[in-house]
């Protein structure tokens, strides 16, 4: 099982990015999808997550508003559109999938390598 994020780069302050993470699962469908960062010297944090049909998502109140999980099952790939950056986002960015329906900040089984993400002020 492989989790591929991308793009990720240099930003400024009030711009915009969007992550992809095309995974390898079998049967990407029956994944809830989930987003994590870690800026240096902090633990890893939730962004958000979406559930396998993305009738539901769940986001950490430091995105709301500004952070859009949405996924396309066709392709195996789960997006997270970011938006208004600030420098406090600059960190590596994770995707990760859990077996199941379920929007949860934890127990996920399946992790990316993780992208860049610098948002300068």
């Known amino acids: 099982v492989q989790l591929q994020a991308s793009g990720g780069g240099l930003v400024q302050a009030g711009g915009s990015l969007r992550l992809s993470c095309a995974a390898s699962l079998r049967t990407f469908s029956r994944y809830s999808m989930g987003w994590f960062r870690q800026a240096p010297g902090k633990e890893r944090e939730f962004v958000g997550a979406i559930s396998r049909s993305s009738g539901y998502t769940y986001y950490a109140d430091s995105v709301k508003g500004r952070f859009t999980i949405s996924r396309d099952n066709a392709k195996n790939t789960v997006y997270l559109q970011m938006n208004s950056l600030q420098a406090e986002d600059t960190a590596v960015y994770y995707c990760?999938?859990?077996?199941?329906?379920?929007?949860?900040?934890?127990?996920?089984?399946?992790w990316g390598q993780g992208t860049q993400v610098t948002v300068s002020s």
């Open positions: 990760a999938a859990r077996d199941g329906n379920v929007l949860t900040t934890r127990g996920y089984d399946y």
